[in-house]
Nanobody
Framework: QVQLVESGGGLVQAGGSLRLSCAAS????????MGWFRQAPGKERAFVAA????????LYADSVKGRFTISREYAKNTVYLQMNSLKPEDTAVYYC?????????????????WGQGTQVTVSS
């Protein structure tokens, strides 16, 4: 069992930055790949970024490449999503997720545990 708690969301102007954090419970953090997804009102949940168990491999959605960075800190059992150059279209609820089987993939169905989400709102 892995419990995930996101934090760091909020309201920011376009062009600004936010850093989301996702704290994972338990001693299995090193065994799971981690991902970030987002869901805007009226839209399906969409992949944002993922990182493998070692932290050496990352994957990004085209829409966030060059602006977002995913990383993980094993000492704190935490995965981060640094978001720069934010746009109004980045407005969504952001979820982190843990994946036992994969290496950091973009399919939401492959993830086993999910956090409760944190709201990010980007004003124009």
């Amino acid at each position: 069992q892995v419990q995930l708690v996101e934090s760091g969301g909020g309201l920011v102007q376009a062009g600004g930055s936010l850093r989301l954090s996702c704290a994972a419970s338990g001693r299995t953090f090193r065994s799971v790949a981690m991902g970030w997804f987002r869901q805007a009102p009226g839209k399906e949940r969409a992949f944002v970024a993922a990182i493998n168990q070692s932290g050496r491999s990352t994957l990004y959605a085209d829409s966030v490449k060059g602006r977002f960075t995913i990383s993980r800190e094993y000492a704190k059992n935490t995965v981060y999503l640094q978001m720069n150059s934010l746009k109004p279209e980045d407005t969504a609820v952001y979820y982190c997720a843990a994946d036992w089987e994969g290496n950091g993939r973009d399919e939401a169905a492959g993830y086993d545990y999910w956090g409760q989400g944190t709201q990010v709102t980007v004003s124009s």
